[in-house]
């Protein structure tokens, strides 16, 4: 029973990976380059929920997320607009260097703005709901809930949709879909809003579970990382499995290893996979883009 | 080309004028983690100093100079740390440095100062290992075989003869846990499960799951807020029912504030002065004045005591040699009360301590009174 519940954290911690690295991962697979600056969508997601419920506006957190998604959303664009597309045509390292950049860019000026102070949304407690020996807290179903309904939008937008095929011709040969007529400034838009929705939805749960810091999304963006690679980079549903895969072994890890070295998996992921496998544990065969 | 090289000689006697010019205060470093993960304290240990660096100042500052702290953010790493003393070395030629929070980047930075003859005075650091860093090196905060001993009285004396302990994986923390480990074992209890934690985290489920496994009646947790605050939301969700014994390093209303309920009834320790004291009077009635918009950060007192003392020892100090203002600051610091109780250093450069004991009651921290 133990295990099972250690089993259940992992996968609820490791969805909130899924809900980062598929962000990650997908504008990998267009733009292929991985952004540095991702974890501060999450920050900012979690920051201007906050900046809503805060005076003047004072709204109500469930409210103020909608809000809060779109200045996200708004950022993400703003960043490929500004940043990303004039750059487009330079090499991939120089589209790195600049996500590094704007990743300290974005972060201090939240600093900036909020302080560094540790902040909170108050939410009031409420104890978890148990069935026998399993617990598992509103917070974790409310985070369970959101990556599944966020993920299944993301499989039927890309089996069901026209655009879901145009983004995945996109990934998959950028020159050749131009060619066919795929709308690329379209779909390079809808990269940039799916993955910076996520960012921030998963920020706010973040931020709801524990505390809002710059740092915060920092943090979070490593295990990303981890699940991008353990997927295969630009793999979308490599990085689902990557991320469940990794929170899993991360809480499962705390029944044997010392728990001061939780992040070791993460790491050890990451290494292993570069030496060995870096196409990602489905390189055997083409995933779907 | 004349008018670029005009230029260019009124740029380097502009240059050639500025150390003249900076001669005009005495100045000393401090690394202070302004940005990264301790940047949450780093702005009140800045308040702190700046409130004391006032009041010297008003008070004539350094035998009849300004007293200037320059200010150098470590992004609360060691090897921010590093560079930052570096600096203040070489750059800034500073002899006396006021060293970073957190015990790892303190060590960090210790054999530097010693080796180049720089006094090195702690406000925050409490590892043990920090006493053995050398003759320049002194703290106005006690040393964690103190608080070690102290905790482990704390939970005696609350009747917990089985507790599991856990603590941040830093340092500080293990050489925390340590000091309690001996003191408790000592006294005849038993520790059921200990384990650390890592920082910065968000998820600490698991690691709670361990401690409701164990079925102990009290734990002792060594961390700092973000991760205090954030186990105890998760305890408290997973309807953990155990005594929560914390160190001084949680004890804020910033605990408070993001772990709400989740927080009360925890009992905590921490290095205590009394408040009655005119001196804490005084710093407090200033503080208000200065910073009315914050509250009286964590270890602010002590950042200001370490000011105030550094200043005095500046003043005793016949000449700037490194050794005649580590004998100062030995002098200085005899019998000094300040907000924080008597500085008076050991051998070592380490401060005795009083414990006090802390509980959270309806949303505010307080004094333990059984």
Redesign the interface.
Known sequence: MYYLQLVINGIIAGSMYALFAVGLTMVYGVFRFINFAHGELIALGAYSALFFTSPPLSLPLIWATAPAVACTVCVGLLQDRLVFQPLCHGTRMTLLIASIGLSYLLRNAIQFGFGSDLLSYNVDLAAGYEWGPIIVTRMQLSMLITAVVFLTFLYWLFTRTMLGKALRAVADNMELAGIMGIPLGRVNRTVWILAATFAAVGGILLAMDTSLEPMMGVINLLKAFAAVLLGGPGNVWGALIGGIAIGVAENLSVAVLSPGYKDFIAFAVILVMLLFRPGGIFSFQKGMR | MMGSLKKLLGLAIVLAALPVWAQDAVEVGSITP????L??Y??GFQRAMNLALEEVNAAGGIQGKPLKIIFEDNGSTSQGSVSAIQKLITVHKVPIIFGPAASSNFLAICPIAQQNKVVLIGAESAAADISQCGSYVFRVFPSDILQGRGGAELAKELGYRKVVLTYI?NDWGVGLAEAFKDSFTESGGEIIDE????E????Y???I??IK?SNAPAVVNLTY??EG??ML??A????VKTQWIMGSASKSP?LV??A???AEGIIGTYPTFSQDTPQYQHFKTAWEKAYPESKIGVFAEYNYDMVNLTAKALNLAVESTPEALREALMEAGKGYQGVTGDKTFDENGDVGAVYGKWTVTDGKIVDYRK
Not at chain 2, 195 to 198: A, G, L, N, R, V
Not at chain 2, 236 to 239: A, G, L, R, V
């Open positions: 302004l940005s990264g993960k940047a949450v780093g702005e994986n384990f650390p934690h890592e910065g985290k968000s998820d489920r698991s690691e799951l361990r496994q807020i973000k605050a954030a939301k998760q408290f969700e997973m309807k910033k504030e993001i709400g309920e989740a």
